[in-house]
Each structure stands twice: as C-alpha cells, then as structure tokens.
C-alpha cells in the first residue's frame, strides 16, 4: 500500500505537467498526496475495520470530505455530497487507484478479486472499472506470495484480456491523460513489468505521462509487493508527506497484516 502511495506522491506533480523521462528528483516541496492516497487509506481502514458495504461507502464519502481539494473526480464528487450510495456505472481509474491494501491483506486470490470488486463496485460497476481494480489486485497479491514477472503477466492477460508486450518505450511517446481503466492499467502494469526496483518501477510509470500520479500508484503498489517493501529512505520521505491521521491508518494495516514478515 505505501508503495502506490509512494506512487501517488512522486507522481503528484507532473499530472497537468507531463514528463516523459525517468530522469527527475523524486520529491520536491510541490509532492503531495492526492485523492489515490486518501481513498487508497480509506479502502484500508475498511479492511481493517471490516463492516458491510454500507460502511465502506461512508468511509469514501467521509475521507473525500475530510481531505477536500485533492483532484477528486467530478462525477465521484458529485457521488460523494449526494445522499446516492449506489454506483454511477464509471470505468474510470480511481477503482484501481484505491485498491492495493486489498492485494495486501488477503489471503487467497480468490478472496483478492471479490473484495476487489466490492471495493470497486460501491462507484465504479462498469464491467471496465471492475476488471481494473481485480486486475491491479491481483498482480499484487500474486508479486506479494512470490509469483515472477512472467507468471503475473501470464495470469493478468489471460483473466483479464489486457495487453502487456508493449514496450515502455514504444508507450511513451504517444501516451495522453487517460482516466480509463482499460487505459490506464495495462501500462501501470507493464512499467512495473521492466522494472528492477521498486523506485525504478516508479520512475518508469511517471515517464509514461498522462495521469501521473494514478499510473504511478498503480505501478507501485505491485512493485512493492513484487520487491519486499520500500527502501527505508522512500518510506520515510512517503510517510513525512501524509498527514498523522493517514499515517495513523498506513502504520496500523502494516503491523495488523505484516505483508513482508
């Protein structure tokens, strides 16, 4: 989780400005966290706390509120200050973006892609928009219980259809703002695919352009898991960014699941 996170920070500041290279300093002053960070903390507190749809559904909305102005999306917004508690059918990006404490703390994949698809579903029930949040679980829990690159990229292509042997490099150059998840996932996947460490799988996700920080929450969450953790530097320059309610809830789900013990 703090590795999407991680992801989510990095990348917070080239989402309107887009960089297409993986030379950049990491963390600047303007890196700080967006809506992936809060609504991936809010999906976390509810698998801590755990509770029937009803209470994930308040969690969203009472986060969202708490944390405002964070590039939350419009009809997500809209969602959030109605009395609506079921979904608007999106396939948009943001049920992937949330999703990685799920790929975390289960305990079988398929116990990863139903509670991905309750996590999803609450907003984003389009076929797209669940496929999305199932696919990026699941390529975590499989890096998480010691699955290869080959073998992660096998399943996510067969189960899901999505298409990852294009190169990065041939990606990059013709990559836009995509807040799809059919557009988004499957290039968040593959640059953690040619990565070699967890910073390097971020790097490359940011390179990507287009919606930075949610390719590169995407992207870290799955190297983290792949890698055994963050480097104690990017986790302490990721967890100085959060805010102590956010980094209350990060360090309760690590000691409540301890995903590297």
Not at 64 to 77: E, I, K, L, Q, S
Request: aromatic share 12%; charged share 20%; hydrophobic share 35%.
């Amino acid at each position: 989780m703090l590795g999407a996170i991680a992801g989510d920070i990095i990348g917070s500041r080239f989402e309107w400005n887009n960089i297409k290279t993986t030379e950049f300093t990491l963390f600047t002053p303007e890196s700080t966290f967006t809506d992936d960070s809060v609504l991936t903390v809010a999906v976390a507190q509810w698998v801590l706390d755990g509770g029937p749809l009803e209470v994930y559904i308040s969690l969203l909305k009472e986060y969202t509120r708490r944390y405002p102005g964070r590039g939350y999306g419009g009809f997500f917004m809209t969602w959030v200050h109605s009395d609506q508690t079921g979904p608007y059918n999106s396939w948009g990006n943001g049920s992937a973006m949330r999703v990685s404490p799920v790929g975390f703390a289960c305990n079988h994949l398929d116990e990863v892609l139903e509670k991905a698809k309750e996590t999803a579903m609450v907003t984003h029930d389009h076929p797209e928009g669940i496929k999305g949040a199932q696919a990026t679980a699941a390529a975590i829990f499989l890096a998480r219980t010691g699955k290869d690159k080959e073998a992660i990229k096998e399943y996510v292509s067969t189960t899901f259809g999505y298409n990852l042997d294009e190169p990065i490099d041939q990606v990059r150059p013709t990559y836009r703002f995509d807040v799809s998840c059919q557009g988004t996932v499957p290039p968040a996947i593959r640059a953690f695919l040619e990565s070699t460490s967890v910073e390097d799988a971020i790097r490359l996700a940011v390179s990507l352009g287009g919606d930075s920080d949610t390719v590169a929450c995407i992207t870290g969450g799955i190297a983290e898991a792949f890698f055994g953790g963050l480097p104690e530097a990017l986790k302490q320059e990721t967890l100085k960014r959060l805010d102590p309610g956010l980094k209350k809830v990060v360090n309760e789900f690590y000691r409540t699941y301890e995903p590297f013990s």
